[in-house]
């Protein structure tokens, strides 16, 4: 093929692939999008980027910072919250995707001046925290197993309460009081039958 007609042929290939311009693709970081959510029984409507994570839409432009942002990966648990009644990590989230959900965050379970939930005074009762910054998380996580047991009436399960105490990672407590806590808001005994103190004690350190 001489110079001249491999000049051609490309000419007309690229002829024959051009393209108007097409606007800004939805996902493009900085495009902007109207959600309406339900967040903790209120109705919002918000702009948001394309690239807002909902743990920063949650904290920064709606103030509720009892979702704690840890490993902001998926792996820590911390930002756990629910949406339409699941438990999510909400660091794996954009903002832009909860338009038309419901959100649940800590800050819903009990206002200002209310009693606490029956699973944060569980988690008081059982002292299942210590500096607090995991605790919202599991909160959230056991929450979400005791509507489901109330709702089907069948019993958390000892593989339920276990993947809730797995749920997220305590770096204070050892776990043992958190799955204390977990049992009493479940219903179930408090002290896992035929299992001794340092048994457990034992168990919960090797899967920290
Ligand atoms: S901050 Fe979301 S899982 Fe750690
Ligand atoms: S109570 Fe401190 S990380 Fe769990």
């Known amino acids: 093929m ?3 007609a491999t000049t051609r042929k490309a000419t ?10 097409l606007g800004p693709p939805r996902a493009e970081p900085t495009a902007r999008h109207t959600i309406s959510v339900e967040v903790n029984g209120e109705a919002v409507t918000a702009e948001v980027e394309s690239r807002l ?3 920063d839409f949650l904290r920064h432009r709606l103030r509720l910072t009892g979702t704690h942002v840890g490993c902001e990966q998926g792996a820590c648990g911390a930002c756990t919250i629910q949406l339409d009644g699941q ?6 989230m954009l903002a832009a995707q909860v338009d038309g ?3 649940r965050t800590i800050e819903g379970l009990a ?9 944060q005074q569980a988690f008081a009762d059982q002292h299942g925290l210590q500096c607090g910054f995991c605790t919202p998380g599991f909160v959230m996580s056991v929450t979400s197993l005791r509507e489901q047991v109330e709702a089907t009436g069948a019993a958390a399960t000892e593989a339920e309460i276990q993947d809730c105490v797995d749920s997220s990672y305590c770096r204070c407590t050892g776990y043992v009081n958190i ?5 009493q808001a479940l219903g179930v005994p408090v002290e896992v039958a035929g299992t001794s103190q340092s048994e457990a004690d034992e168990s919960e350190g090797a899967g920290a």
Do not use: F, W, Y
């Open 87 to 92: 438990p999510v990590r909400s660091c794996l």
């Open 111 to 119: 206002a200002p001046g209310e009693d606490l939930s029956p699973v």
């Open 53 to 55: 994570l909902l743990t």
């Open 179 to 183: 799955r204390k806590a977990a049992r």
């Open 101 to 103: 959900r419901s959100i």
């Open 12 to 21: 007309t290939q690229n002829a024959g692939t051009q393209h108007e311009p």
């Open 2 to 4: 001489t110079e001249n």
